[in-house]
């Protein structure tokens, strides 16, 4: 019995690192904005944990001495298994694919989860502070290397409904050569971001431009007059 409760010790620990890895990279893509956020990325970590868990002690009670079996067949199917979720996150907008990254952080959180489960915790580990290096690390050094590459960014606008603020908005993109691949608006009330005796809808816009570093257009479409605020809420898939 105190052999069993130290196994089941173990295990507890191994899905608990899991959790951990998991929702450290589920928090990235979460403050991106991305649809996969903690919840979706600790789900499949822990999942993937317990799926190797299962294949590697859940049927000893069942199998006979003579009997050989290969504890890598459950966790083998994770592999495939995943792909529903990730194919999920992908989508096409304009001819542009959205989600990559997230459906591949979704698999890498899968392994990384399966590798707790194995009791692999340097290797899942290193694979998590891997995955923060290629999603932060990278994106910089690109840019380093090569400034003037074309990426894609979403902005968000807050300006005053009513004053043709959306055609200069669209004009000052275009004379910095990036090109508007879609937006939304929607309308609120918002007393609290009107200048005295001015009334009227604030009007938040979240635009998807595509062209060269996006700095310089930030400011140009802060200076713009009944534009309130501009923010960028997302600089990479």
């Known amino acids: 019995m105190e052999a069993q409760l130290v196994a089941w010790g173990w295990q507890a620990l191994y899905l608990f690192e899991a959790l951990v890895f998991s929702t450290l990279i589920g928090l990235e893509r979460q403050a991106r904005h991305k649809d996969a956020g903690t919840r979706t990325h600790a789900l499949v970590g822990v999942g993937s ?34 792909g529903f979720i990730g194919a999920g996150v992908v989508f096409t907008q304009r001819s542009h694919v959205r989600g990559l990254t997230t459906a591949a952080s979704i698999w890498m959180t899968a392994a990384i989860g399966s ?85 009227g809808h604030i009007v938040s816009a979240d635009l998807e431009v595509r062209g060269r570093d996006s700095k310089e257009l930030i400011g140009d479409l802060s200076d713009i007059d009944g534009v309130i605020s501009v923010t960028r809420i997302n600089n990479n898939d």
């Open 49 to 82: 944990a317990l799926f190797v868990i299962i294949g590697k002690y859940g049927f000893m009670d069942v199998l006979a001495a003579n009997v050989r079996v290969d504890p890598s067949r459950v966790a083998a199917q994770i592999v495939s298994g995943i």
């Open 115 to 199: 590798a707790c489960g194995a009791g692999l915790f340097v290797p899942a580990l290193a694979c998590t502070v891997f995955y923060f290096l290629a999603v932060t690390l990278l994106p910089f050094i690109t840019k380093l290397i090569a400034p003037g590459i074309s990426n894609d960014d979403m902005l968000r606008l807050k300006y005053r409904d009513g004053h043709g603020i959306l055609r200069s908005i669209l004009s000052v993109c275009a004379q910095h050569g990036v090109s508007v691949e879609g937006f939304s608006t929607r309308k609120s009330k918002n007393h609290d971001d009107e200048e005295p005796g001015s009334r």
